[in-house]
């Protein structure tokens, strides 16, 4: 028996380790390819080399915040972004989809929520 591999490819930018984790196992547990990044500069390259189906992003990173990585992305990107963080105030989320988020689901988050929201944005995508 032949194992599959995965035909679609996640990008996780996220800087706490337990959130990255969970990510990795719920994106690869939903059948992507899973490469992470820790902060913000490091996932725009990750981004620009792999050319991701779908990319997490957390807002605070140490070094440039979410919005601007965000921005950097969709210079050069179409990927589906969804920012995942704990910042709930409405103009948090007004800039996370002027910055170029496709989805932005507050922390903490339930995984199937999650799998639903990327597979509803790609469905609509046509991905």
Do not use: C, N
């Amino acid at each position: 028996m032949q194992i599959k591999e995965p035909s679609r490819t996640a990008v996780v930018i996220e800087d706490d380790d337990d959130v990255r984790d969970l990510l990795h196992t719920v994106l690869t547990g939903s059948g992507f390819l899973v490469h992470t990044a820790p902060a913000g500069l490091a996932g725009v390259e990750m981004v620009r080399r792999l050319m991701p189906d779908v990319v997490t992003l957390d807002v605070g990173l140490p070094d440039i915040d979410g919005f601007e990585v965000a921005e950097r992305i969709r210079r050069f990107s179409t990927t589906f972004i969804v920012m995942l963080t704990a910042r709930a105030a409405p103009s948090d989320e007004k800039r996370g989809f002027e910055a170029g988020a496709d989805r932005y689901l507050r922390k903490p988050f339930r995984p199937a929520e999650l799998r639903r929201h990327i597979q509803d944005g790609m469905a609509a995508a046509g991905v």
